[in-house]
Each structure stands twice: as C-alpha cells, then as structure tokens.
C-alpha cells in the first residue's frame, strides 16, 4: 500500500479554517485519496474523498495537488467538536475486495481552541 | 450511509477464555471488515469478513486466533480465542458502500483482558 505523511498534531482556534496537509508522494494513478476522523472514544468518521479533482461536501473540502502527490483537507470553520484524530488514507482501485481495504497511518491530532 | 450496531460495547474477561463480538448492519453490505485499534494506537485490519467463505484474513492475524463468521450480508461475527492481555484492544468493524468505498464504522467493542 501507498504510504501517506501526516503532521502528528496541530492547533486551530474555533471558528477559523483549518489545512490540514498530506503527502503520498508514491500514489498510484488508481489510488484514491480518503479522508476520516475519529473523535474521542468513537469509531472512525468517513469525511472526503477524491481522485484528481478537488472536492466539496457538508463537510470539508479535500483539495489535491496537480501531481497527486499531495492533498490538503480543509474544514472552513473550526468547532470544538471537530478536534479528533485526522487520518489521510490511500484506497486502491483495485476489485471490490482489494479496493475498499484502508490502512490507517498514525494520522494528524486536531486540536481546537475556544 | 449505512449504521452499524456492535456487542458487546465493553468486557472484561480473564486469560485464557474466548469473547465473540457481533456486528450488524442495517441494510445488506457486501464489503465488512475488523480492525483492532490497540491502546493509543491507530486501526489495524484484522480481516475482510466475506458472506459464504472465509474471511481473508491481513498478516499476522490467523484463523486459529481470530475466528469470523459472516453468515449473511447485514451480520458478522469475530471470536478473540484463548485471550491474553496483549489482545486487550478496541475491535471495531465497519462497511464499505459498493459505488464509493467510502466505509462506516461501528462504535466499536472495548476489551480488557485480566
């Protein structure tokens, strides 16, 4: 599988957007870009996801590099309720089975301030 | 979307002894899955739980250890065998939607082993 990079932690102040970044230098032009977040003591949260073009949904935005090689997930005004772990996954698009496997890096800690 | 319903929430059981966790899901989903996210730690699949065969299971994980059943397309089942304190884990299992991969995620099962 693809490897992805993520900051471990970073802080926003409520209200504000927030970038937060990943690197899959080695994504394959099959590969998918998705997006979760786990939330203290809870299962973890589909967001977004994307191939090459930039992507809108309720709840954040998923903007991709040119190249691929990196992405950004923006959420357009923070809320205390949006501080949890971030994880930026490469899916394969491969068969049915092989393609919808997810394999969770470290992921980024979102922490946000009153 | 789909909702995903776990039990037990939490247990605590002694070494040695075996604990099965169900899954259901409230609408039929081809793709199910298990992960075991240990203390602190992010999410590792444990296997792909396949309707009418066996489970694919990830590297390091076994049969033998980890037995899954998947009897129809909205309910699952996975066994933690002869358990140690190192299984001691959150199990949480989660399905994928055909058209977009995008998965959902139990609220998962809290296991301490004593």
């Known amino acids: 599988d693809a490897k992805t990079t993520q900051p471990n932690s970073m802080e926003s102040n409520e209200e504000e957007p927030v970038h937060l970044p990943c690197n899959h230098s080695?994504?394959?032009?099959?590969?998918?870009i998705h997006w979760y977040r786990q939330l203290p003591s809870q299962g973890p949260e589909y967001v977004i996801h994307?191939?090459?073009s930039n992507v809108n949904n309720r709840m954040a935005s998923l903007a991709i590099a040119e190249d691929r090689k990196s992405s950004t997930l923006i959420l357009h005004r923070a809320t205390l309720r949006d501080a949890a772990v971030y994880y930026c996954?490469?899916?394969?698009?491969?068969?049915?089975?092989?393609?919808?496997?997810?394999?969770f890096g470290e992921g980024t800690q979102l922490t946000v301030n009153p | 979307s789909a909702v995903i319903s776990q039990k037990p929430s939490r247990d605590i059981c002694q070494r040695g002894t075996s604990l099965t966790i169900q899954c259901q899901v409230d609408?039929?989903?081809?793709?199910m899955f298990w992960y075991r996210q240990q203390p602190g730690q992010s999410l590792t699949l444990i296997a792909t739980?396949?309707?009418?065969?066996?489970?694919?299971?990830e590297s390091g994980f076994v049969i033998d250890k980890f037995p899954i059943s998947r009897p129809n397309l909205t309910f699952s089942t996975l066994t933690v065998s002869n358990m140690s304190p190192e299984d001691s884990s959150i199990y949480l299992c989660?399905?994928?939607?055909?058209?977009?991969?995008?998965?959902?995620f139990g609220p998962g099962t809290r296991l301490t082993v004593t």
């Open positions: 989660s399905v994928a939607l055909r058209l977009t991969y995008e998965q959902y």
């Open positions: 080695t994504i394959s032009g099959t590969d998918y």
């Open positions: 994307g191939l090459t």
């Open positions: 996954i490469l899916r394969g698009g491969g068969g049915e089975t092989s393609g919808s496997r997810l394999t």
């Open positions: 609408s039929q989903v081809t793709m």
């Open positions: 739980a396949n309707q009418g065969s066996e489970a694919t299971y």
